[in-house]
């Protein structure tokens, strides 16, 4: 299993370790959650649920529910615990960025000094954009009762604001040193 795919099946893990929940509630607790650190689509993540049951690392029930078609609703089992246990225990290896954005950097000498500002301009209003989004996740999440589980999650937020404001000074810098 690719690294990608162990680390999406794990995440998965973790949360199903939170509550029992339909691919559709996991992916919109996902996007809620850990989207900020690691992304993955609908397909991607029922995929993996797939893999995760034939696996035996989590299992679908179906329940049936009245006036509406029945869902599958996952539960991570002890196997599933143990597998996510023992991810969490081993030793975090570097990660290898995949970055969209450097890539046109890398090659933006193609471009003209108008096209490059258009390119920083663009990046600065998505950082902002979204570095808005997480402060607002972070301040709704200081309202919940604290617990050692929020904490945690609560620091990968602060990681993600943290980065943003520090791709918000590299952008400045970059725009300085064009002029």
């Known amino acids: ?5 162990m680390t999406l099946s794990r995440l998965i893990l973790g949360l199903l370790s939170l509550a029992p ?8 607790h996902f996007d809620a959650t850990v989207n900020h650190f690691w992304s993955a689509d609908k397909a991607q993540i029922y995929r993996t649920l797939t893999t995760l049951v034939k696996d035996g690392l989590c299992i679908a029930e179906t329940v049936q529910q ?23 225990e081993t030793d975090p290896a570097p990660d ?8 046109r950097v890398f090659f933006a000498a193609q471009l003209d000094e108008k096209q490059l500002h258009k390119l920083f ?13 997480l402060q607002e996740q972070l301040d709704a999440s200081r309202a919940a009762s604290p617990g050692e589980a ?4 609560l620091a990968t937020l602060r990681n993600g604001i943290r980065h943003l404001k520090a791709e918000l000074d590299w952008l400045q810098d970059i725009e300085k040193e064009l002029v």
């Open 1 to 5: 299993m690719s690294p990608w795919l």
């Open 21 to 28: 929940m339909t691919g559709y509630e996991l992916k919109k």
């Open 66 to 88: 009245d006036g509406l078609p029945s869902k599958q609703v996952h539960r991570i089992t002890e196997h599933g615990r143990a597998a996510l246990l023992e991810w969490l």
């Open 96 to 103: 290898a960025e995949r970055n969209a954005f450097l890539g």
């Open 121 to 133: 301009d663009r990046r600065r209003e998505a950082a902002l954009s979204y570095l808005a989004s």
């Open 150 to 153: 929020l904490y945690f999650q």
